[in-house]
């Protein structure tokens, strides 16, 4: 699909739309599980985002790196940093700060023997650029996407509660959402009353009316964990990590619990104790949000989350008057497509046009937003003639994506009703976290990973267990997906049937897609996989 590029058609920064917004009703759902962590925020009862951590792919995002610099490429103004991945980090040069070797130059040994001077690097058109075999530390800013390595920045923050903290900085900086200046002064005293010399700090929005004992308190919190991290810093080899930031959990709660959240609900006993303890040290005020789900019902199903957490591995997204979105993932972009469908306006093709495209919008920025959608992204609208009503869509559109927390750019229609807009990407993407490449078209089409796949038959056993006293299962599989079961992760079938006291019988089902599974009764010997699906 061609991407038409019109210069006339400026960008829009979700950043500046300052439009007075209606308040909105947050909470959070934590479901956690020995295979995963999912949090669930929605707003205003509709489910806004879904966040997926697993043991074997954690967040990184955060996470602080001793490495090495590999090799440089001038021509692309960037380097790449060995951090002990497959592939090597991205370090661009405008990602490196200028003083990074003053900041290196603090972790050489007082006692080093050897009096050669080491390489610092050289300045090329003004930018400093590193050698290959240099010691760098590094902070990662975007996941590993597809084949490409992480990417790195040399400007290291450490965010807390209420400030940030940035080494081999001066700057002191006040969120932009704290408008009222008699706020910005006071924090900006409390600021400069705390800042060390060579550490820049960073008042989050959060900050916005809280005493500075607070502040006090999470900046000391935050020196603690830097002078952890230097003395990691001195005694790694490199490639290392020197800093793992907060689990998932708890780093939404750091940058989401404002005010406006009426709730955390999670159904694990252990996550409870630990947030709370979180919270009692850093808002106690809070505490009283926090919520233990101890209900038999999955916590996902008794607030309806399931079933539109399925909803976002579809194509297809149906609205309301009958005419639906298409979303396609390609490796340049992904595309959105508008459809009428079972739409039949009374009025002139024009204004029903008109009427499902605006329909679209907000549907179209909710669906960016859930699936975790970066980079590039094209939207088909369905054609209009007239000028005003494209304005009105685009419009309409930036208002949308102003509610957004991931930066976004959005460019007005082109003559063929194409609207280009890019959104930030850290990770992967929520498709990629749940899918494996489908075997059988070679990369065309996705099927949900195994892991998915087990934690969905687990969810459906948790939901069996409620209403059944059912003993004995067949679970029938696609054969690539139980001979995977039954040979290469036998302790997952047995771990289900320890847990939820229940002894499964895996079998081949050739009808079976991957991404399907089919559970009968050995009591009946009837299908009764329908009765427990959310």
Not at 480 to 490: L, Y
């Amino acid at each position: 699909m061609a991407v038409l590029q019109n210069k006339n058609r400026t960008p829009y920064k979700n950043k500046r739309y300052s439009k007075p917004r209606k308040p909105v009703k947050k909470e959070i759902f934590i479901n956690e599980t020995r295979n995963e962590t999912r949090i669930a925020i929605t707003e205003n009862g509709q489910l806004a985002e879904i966040l997926l951590e697993r043991p074997e792919n954690t967040r990184m995002v955060g996470d602080i790196f001793k490495g090495t610099v590999a090799r440089v490429n001038p021509g692309m103004r960037a380097a790449f940093i060995d951090i002990g991945f497959d592939h090597d980090g991205f370090l661009h040069f405008s990602d490196i700060n200028e003083s990074v070797h003053d900041f290196m130059d603090l972790f050489e040994s007082e006692y080093d023997e050897d009096s050669t001077p080491k390489s610092r690097g050289t300045t090329v058109r003004g930018e400093w650029m590193p050698k290959p075999g240099q010691e760098i530390i590094v902070q990662i800013t975007k996941e590993p996407i597809h084949d490409k390595g992480p990417r790195v920045t040399t400007h290291i923050s450490l965010p807390g509660r209420f400030i940030v903290l940035v080494p081999n900085d001066k700057q002191i900086g006040i969120s932009r959402k704290i408008s009222n200046f008699q706020e910005k002064r006071r924090l900006q005293k409390i600021a400069r009353n705390l800042k060390p010399d060579d550490f820049g700090l960073i008042l989050r929005t959060v900050a916005l009316g809280k005493s500075a004992e607070m502040i006090e308190n999470d900046f000391n919190s935050l020196m603690s964990n830097w002078k952890i991290i230097e003395k990691e810093i001195k005694s790694a080899v490199p490639p290392a990590i020197v800093y793992k930031d907060m689990e998932m959990a708890f780093s939404v709660i750091r940058d989401l619990l404002t005010e406006d959240v009426g709730k955390i609900v999670t159904d694990s006993k252990k996550l409870y104790r630990k947030l709370g303890s979180y919270l009692k040290n850093l808002s106690p005020h809070l505490l009283e949000k926090l919520q233990y789900y101890n209900d038999p019902v999955p916590i996902f199903d008794a607030f309806n989350i399931e079933p539109e957490i399925e909803k976002t591995q579809h194509r297809k997204v149906w609205l309301k008057s009958g005419g639906y979105l298409i979303i396609d993932h390609t490796e340049a972009l992904v595309t959105v497509d508008i459809n009428s469908g079972r739409y039949q306006g009374k009025k002139e093709h024009e204004l029903n046009s008109l009427k499902i495209n605006l329909e679209a919008v907000p549907e179209v920025a909710r669906q960016l937003r859930l699936r975790d959608i970066g980079g590039l992204v094209v939207v088909d609208f369905i054609d209009m003639d007239d000028e005003k009503n494209r304005k009105s869509v685009y419009v309409s559109m930036r208002k949308e994506m102003a509610k957004d927390r991931a930066r976004s750019k959005v460019f007005e229609l082109s003559e063929l009703g194409l609207m280009e807009m890019t959104r930030q990407r850290i990770g992967p993407g929520l498709l990629y976290r749940v899918s494996d490449v489908c075997p059988i078209c070679d990369g065309l089409g996705r099927v949900i990973s195994k892991d998915t796949l087990m934690n969905k038959i687990e969810r459906w056993i948790m939901r069996m267990k409620i209403e059944n006293t059912e003993r004995r299962l067949i679970l029938n599989l696609h054969p690539d997906v139980a001979f995977h079961f039954t040979e290469n992760s036998r302790e997952s079938i047995r771990r289900l049937m320890w847990k939820y006291w229940v002894k499964i019988d895996v079998k081949n089902d050739a009808e079976l897609s991957m991404n399907e599974f089919k559970i009968i009764s050995k009591k009946s010997g009837e299908d009764i996989t329908e009765q427990f699906i959310s």
